[in-house]
């Protein structure tokens, strides 16, 4: 199924979001908050189990250790109080791998999607920080080489190379609220963005052990991406978060409905009343909404979908939820 499934939407586009991410941030806050605090019962760390810290050597206890600490095996064998150090750089590190791509841009239900990825951004954000943990993350846009709205005559379409930015993982609500910001205020440029290479930056360098989250639509093709999430999944509990559009699913019967590539400016004019149209269109869709589904399974990344015309904040919840229960029950998949 092509990228035309961004559909033109009859209702007027909201403001930038660039524009006003400090106000939406603090609704997002405040809404993340009263919710996760609410709905979820007890600590998470994250949306995913992750390594946690790991133990170090034993010393002798000091005054002013934590008796939690105790390493009461050895303080057994020496008789001798000894507390458990450990490896101060072994917090849990989040990375998330956000898509900002042309694709994004775009939205028929109650959120654009790229207003729904930076709303999971701050929930994950916000699990991940209440635990004391370090987050970082890279950003993905097009390549801001502008394409004009009309059909291409032959040949490929001109796009630009993707543009990726690196923002480096800190702890703190703080350093938190900044990467929120920076992520809120990354404008979308036209050009095809590249979801492959977006992954592999989360591979390259090496880093320890953790969790790495992709918030993508996913919309590029399967064999970009798919191998850099195996190679993810070698070293982290990887989730992978999905953003459709209903739109992306299904054809409305509007009539004649423009519909264009967001990426490439490739514009069509499509006959919605033509029911074999929109059957072919839905069966081609969920067609490819399988295939990625098999792709990130394929992966071993941990799978959820969002829905601009959902409440995009409670399936995080069940999601959360239903990983809980999987854990007790011996698995997380």
Same mark, same amino acid.
């Given at each position: 199924m092509a990228r035309a499934a961004a559909v033109t939407s009859p209702t007027p586009r909201p403001a930038p979001l660039a524009d006003r991410?400090?106000?939406?941030?603090?609704r997002l806050q405040l809404l993340v908050t009263r919710k996760l605090d609410g709905l979820l019962q007890g600590d998470y760390a994250g949306l995913l189990p992750? !390594?946690?810290?790991?133990?170090?050597?034993?010393?002798?206890?000091?005054?002013? %250790?934590d008796?939690? =600490?105790? $390493?009461?095996?050895?303080?057994?064998?020496?008789?001798?109080?000894?507390?458990?150090?450990?490896v101060a750089d072994r917090e849990l590190e989040t990375w998330l791998a956000l898509d900002l791509s042309a694709s994004l $841009?775009?939205?028929?239900?109650?959120w654009l999607k790229r207003e729904v990825v930076v709303a999971a951004a701050a929930a994950i954000t916000h699990l991940t920080v209440r635990g004391g943990n370090r987050i970082g993350a890279v950003i993905g846009t097009g390549g801001g080489v502008s394409a004009p709205a009309r059909r291409w005559r032959g040949g490929a379409p001109p796009v630009g190379?993707?543009?990726?930015?690196? *923002? !480096?993982?800190?702890?703190? =609500?703080?350093?938190?609220?900044g990467l929120l910001r920076a992520v809120a205020g990354t404008a979308i440029r036209p050009g095809r963005g590249d979801l492959g290479a977006l992954?592999?930056?989360l591979n390259r360098p090496p880093r320890r052990r953790g969790v790495a989250v992709v918030v993508?639509?996913? *919309?590029? !093709?399967?064999?970009?991406?798919?191998?850099?999430?195996?190679? *993810?999944?070698?070293?982290?509990?990887?989730?992978?978060?999905?953003?459709?559009?209903?739109?992306?699913?299904?054809?409305?019967?509007?009539?004649?409905? !423009?519909?264009v590539d967001p990426e490439s400016g490739e514009l069509h004019e499509v006959q919605t009343a033509d029911p074999r149209l929109r059957q072919r269109y839905a069966e081609a869709a969920t067609a490819q909404r399988a295939a990625i589904a098999a792709?990130?399974?394929?992966?071993?990344?941990?799978?959820?979908?969002?829905?601009? %015309?959902?409440d995009w904040l409670l399936d995080m919840v069940r999601f959360v939820a239903a990983q809980r229960h999987a854990r007790t029950r011996g698995t997380t998949r």
């Open positions: 991410s400090e106000a939406v941030l603090s992750g !390594p946690g810290s790991e133990a170090g050597e034993s010393r002798e206890y000091r005054p002013g %250790d008796v939690r =600490r105790m $390493d009461w095996p050895v303080t057994a064998r020496t008789t001798t109080p000894h507390v458990r150090r450990t $841009d775009f939205g028929t239900g109650q190379p993707g543009v990726l930015t690196r *923002l !480096p993982a800190r702890s703190g =609500r703080k350093e938190a609220q992954v592999e930056m993508s639509d996913f *919309l590029a !093709p399967v064999e970009q991406w798919a191998r850099p999430m195996r190679k *993810l999944r070698v070293r982290h509990d990887v989730l992978a978060i999905e953003v459709v559009d209903p739109r992306e699913l299904e054809l409305p019967d509007v009539g004649v409905l !423009p519909v792709a990130l399974r394929g992966a071993g990344a941990a799978h959820l979908r969002l829905r601009t %015309d959902r």
